[in-house]
């Protein structure tokens, strides 16, 4: 009787097991209950597999936290799971979740710096991009660049000075959690990395001296055009200007110049008004660059398009009338500015 009895007994526990083992087998090959567009997880830094596999309860990834941490100690993954936000797609098995915890490919955000952006509308965007940390403080945003001197970009721990058009105009991928300080200084190194590599590569006729000047001119094409087919003839016209030692004369320095000044409308006496911005007043470049600037822009600095034109104006859809002369110059501002054909 008594081995009849052991026998039921080992019986029912080989069963016991046997369901178990099915269900656990279940469990770690079944689909997760995840919504039809899949689902995104924060594992926090110093999160342990306990508190891992709550969160992922919590946010009803996993209907069993329990099998879910057997299952990772089973496999040796309970000590690799690593922190970040992840993706996790439909029909994810919790050992696909497990592969997906350990991979560290973490959810990648973005943010485009727009071609001829300004410092202060770039740390507006970092201000309201909703996956970037806020460490920079908030009085950056509105105060003036020049009063803040060298201030910024030391307080970033990059070499000293004027913080406009020193971040490359491009799109940026990064993790959640990105300091607004760290994408900074990733943009500044893109910009010192692409800037050397162009000026490396530029046309033996270029009236730039340096590659401080290149980014200068770049922002100052940038604001002039976007067109980019217009940017090399652009870049044209203002290296003929300077090897015949004429001003500039463009419109947006003269914006930047007026700071809050500038209302949407250049007149007379804003021309005529002398800031160290101001190209109509002085010969040469301004003092720094006066907008973020792209690759493209860059590159059409350093390789000025060869022709005759020094002047150019805007036909109001974007693209722009080119003249040789001071005459023809004149007729086209009265064609497209004043509206009278002659």
Not at 29 to 58: F, K, M, Y
Not at 305 to 317: H, I, K, Q, T
Request: overall charge neutral; aromatic content about 8%; charged content about 20%.
């Amino acid at each position: 009787m008594i081995f009849k009895l052991l026998r039921i007994l080992l019986l029912t526990l080989l069963t016991a097991a046997a369901f178990l083992t099915f269900q656990f087998l279940h469990f770690a090959t079944q689909p997760l209950p995840l919504p039809s567009d899949g689902a995104t997880v924060e594992i926090r830094p110093g999160s342990g597999l306990t508190t891992i596999a709550n969160t992922l309860h919590q946010q009803e990834i996993i209907d069993e936290p329990l099998a879910f941490r057997l299952l990772a100690k089973l496999l040796g993954e309970a000590g690799q799971l690593q922190a970040g936000e992840f993706f996790i797609p439909p029909e994810t098995t919790p050992i696909a979740l497990l592969q997906i915890l350990t991979s560290g490919r973490v959810v990648q955000h973005q943010l485009t710096i727009i071609e001829g952006w300004n410092f202060r509308q770039l740390l507006n965007a970092l201000a309201e991009h909703p996956a970037i940390t806020q460490t920079l403080p908030p009085e950056w945003r509105t105060a003036p660049l020049e009063e803040m001197g060298d201030e910024i970009l030391v307080a970033l721990k990059l070499p000293p000075g004027h913080p406009e058009g020193r971040f490359l105009a491009d799109t940026y991928h990064f993790p959640r959690g990105t300091s607004d300080a760290d994408f900074l200084r990733r943009a500044y190194r893109e910009m010192e990395r692409l800037l050397a590599a162009e000026w490396e590569k530029r046309d033996p006729q270029t009236r730039l001296q340096n590659p401080e000047e290149a980014l200068i001119l770049a922002s100052i094409i940038e604001k002039e055009t976007g067109r980019g087919e217009e940017r090399t003839r652009i870049a044209g016209v203002f290296n003929r200007r300077m090897q015949r030692n004429m001003r500039l004369q463009t419109d947006p320095t003269v914006i930047y110049g007026m700071g809050d000044r500038y209302q949407g409308r250049i007149r007379r006496a804003d021309l005529q008004r002398d800031t160290p911005y101001n190209t109509y007043t002085r010969h040469g470049l301004p003092i720094t660059p006066i907008a973020m600037p792209g690759p493209a822009a860059i590159r059409a600095a350093l390789h000025p398009e060869p022709g005759n034109s020094l002047y150019f104006v805007s036909r109001g859809d974007g693209s722009h009338h080119f003249s040789a002369t001071l005459e023809e110059h004149n007729r086209a501002v009265r064609k497209y500015i004043l509206g009278t054909r002659l």
